[in-house]
Every structure is written in structure tokens, then in C-alpha cells.
């Protein structure tokens, strides 16, 4: 099996017409709606970041509750209770603050869950997310890079 972590960045552009990366994150969701050997991981803070984010850009709150629901019914789309799996990731949190740079705490609750599955991508637009944590993590794809978006072709297709 094959697993797609997905950063707040990518759902926001996905569940956002108005976003100016929607119509790359659409294609990429269609894609990955066609790969029947993906499962797609959503850490949950993701999911709050998610909501507040939507609603700060002034997206309804039931246009953007009904999005999530519908999303998350998806078959393949689990959620990682970090919550739940919050001591699972203390060597992975350890590798990272080994790092030479300052970090965001979410983002690298992202990544700690990324690091727990094989054979996976972390999908995200967040290059300094991807380039701060590329020494522990080098699969994060930055979807709105032609050159990241026929990596994770061949990843959906391999």
C-alpha cells in the first residue's frame, strides 16, 4: 500500500475555488481518486488548521463543514489522530529538532506523522515546509512544482 499525507495547504487550495492553486490541487485530487492503491492520511491537526483557515478567509462555516463531511466520507481518506499517537512520534520529533533550523510546531507534527508510513508522500505548497524538513523526510512534494507533480505521478503509478 501507498499512502499520500496531505498538509493543510493542499485541502485549503482543494476546498477553495477562489484559491489561486485550486485548479492544480483538483487535478492532483482527481488523480488521486483514480489510484485504487493510495490511502490518503490526514493528520488531524491538519483538519483543524483546515477549518480555521477556510473560515478566516471567509468561507461559510456550513458550506465549509459540508466540504470537509463529504471529503472525509471518501473511502480511502483516513485520519491520523495525532492526539491518539502523540508518544509514537517522539523519535520522529527528536530527528527533527536535530535539524540546524527554528520550526513550526504543526508543521512538524506533519512530517512526524509522514515519517511513520513507508512508502508515502507528504503533499503540501509549503516549500519552506518541504525544505526545512527534507533531511528526514525527503518526500514532500510541493504540488504546485511541475517537476514534484510527475514525481508523485510516478509514485501514484509505480
Same mark, same amino acid.
Given at each position: 500500500?501507498?499512502?499520500?499525507?496531505?498538509?493543510?495547504?493542499?485541502?485549503? &487550495?482543494?476546498?477553495? &475555488?477562489?484559491?489561486?492553486?485550486?485548479?492544480?490541487?483538483?487535478?492532483?485530487?482527481?488523480?488521486?481518486?483514480?489510484?485504487? #492503491?493510495?490511502?490518503?492520511?490526514?493528520?488531524?491537526?491538519?483538519?483543524?488548521?483546515?477549518?480555521?483557515?477556510?473560515?478566516?478567509?471567509?468561507?461559510?462555516?456550513?458550506?465549509?463543514?459540508?466540504?470537509?463531511?463529504?471529503?472525509?466520507? *471518501?473511502?480511502?481518506?483516513? *485520519?491520523?489522530?495525532?492526539?491518539?499517537?502523540?508518544?509514537?512520534?517522539?523519535?520522529?520529533? #527528536? #530527528?527533527?529538532?536535530?535539524?540546524?533550523?527554528?520550526? #513550526?510546531?504543526?508543521?512538524?507534527?506533519?512530517?512526524?506523522?509522514?515519517?511513520?508510513?513507508?512508502?508515502?508522500?507528504?503533499?503540501? &505548497?509549503?516549500?519552506?515546509?518541504?525544505?526545512?524538513?527534507?533531511?528526514?523526510?525527503?518526500? *514532500?512534494?510541493?504540488?504546485?512544482?511541475?517537476?514534484?507533480?510527475?514525481?508523485?505521478?510516478?509514485?501514484?503509478?509505480?
Amino acid at each position: 500500500m501507498k499512502y499520500l499525507i496531505e498538509d493543510s495547504s493542499f485541502i485549503v &487550495s482543494l476546498l477553495n &475555488s477562489d484559491d489561486p492553486l485550486h485548479g492544480d490541487a483538483y487535478n492532483i485530487f482527481v488523480s488521486i481518486l483514480r489510484t485504487d #492503491k493510495l490511502t490518503v492520511i490526514i493528520p488531524s491537526i491538519v483538519l483543524e488548521e483546515v477549518l480555521f483557515v477556510l473560515l478566516r478567509n471567509g468561507i461559510s462555516s456550513t458550506l465549509v463543514v459540508n466540504k470537509l463531511q463529504r471529503m472525509l466520507k *471518501i473511502k480511502r481518506i483516513e *485520519i491520523y489522530s495525532i492526539e491518539k499517537n502523540l508518544f509514537n512520534l517522539v523519535e520522529n520529533f #527528536k #530527528k527533527i529538532l536535530a535539524l540546524p533550523y527554528s520550526f #513550526k510546531a504543526n508543521d512538524s507534527s506533519i512530517v512526524s506523522c509522514a515519517m511513520k508510513y513507508q512508502n508515502s508522500y507528504l503533499l503540501t &505548497s509549503d516549500v519552506k515546509m518541504r525544505n526545512r524538513h527534507k533531511n528526514v523526510y525527503p518526500n *514532500i512534494c510541493c504540488f504546485q512544482d511541475i517537476d514534484n507533480c510527475n514525481a508523485l505521478e510516478t509514485f501514484f503509478t509505480s
